[in-house]
């Protein structure tokens, strides 16, 4: 794949799926895998459907496109990267943290789901969801129980302006020129390790990808094993900053 940045996140997810769509895009270690033994890994397929899905959910029940604020109070997690991911494809601005005069509030916390202007999403973390596995304030979106319904493929509605937001203080037009420069010095095919925290958990992915890799994704770099980067073959790594 050329270093140069992709149109658009849904391209780029287009391209990974036609290059290798069995290929491992995304491995995530979760915060305690010396007691847990998590362990979640998705193809280019896998992963583009979950995007697919949550950014028709988002669509759909929302209305989300360009200029639309969507708040992802989330940990680091690979849903928080799928949600990253499926906001940009809509065109609509991912805000990281609780902002609670966002449009759509997105969280794995009940607590943060109360009362309030924004329409709100409940995400479960536990592995295997069907629910979000607590009772919620009238008025939630339980993730778990509806995203699977929604199609396997998504089109934007919208296309963004360059200058729209993106993630936080990026825009759609620097996003992926700077994931995409931060990835050239990365062999072609990647396999990046890296720690970054929910506020930009998209940002390693999105410079492996666009470099044909893949990326080993967990909470705490510190705490994983050394002998489990050596097993997941990575070559390069983007500590937090």
Known sequence: MPPSAPRSVPALLQTLVAGDPTAPRLTFYGERYADTGERVELSARVLANWVAKTANLLEEEFDAGPGTRVALDLPAH?????????????GAHA????????????????AALGDGPADR??????P???SFGAELPAGVLDYARVVTGYGDVHAPLAEPAPGDGALDGLTHGSLLA???AAGAAWPVGVRLLTDVGPADAVRG???????????VLTPDLDALPEAVAAQERVDARLPRT
């Open 78 to 90: 690979w849903r928080t990267l799928v949600w990253q991911l499926a906001v940009l494809s809509t």
């Open 205 to 215: 992915p999105l410079a492996a990808w666009c470099r044909g890799g893949s990326a």
């Open 95 to 110: 805000l990281t943290g609780a902002h609670q005069d966002a449009d759509v509030l997105v969280s794995a916390s009940a």
């Open 121 to 126: 999403v409940a995400v479960s973390l536990a």
């Open 178 to 180: 700077e994931a995409a």
């Open 128 to 130: 295997l969801a069907t």
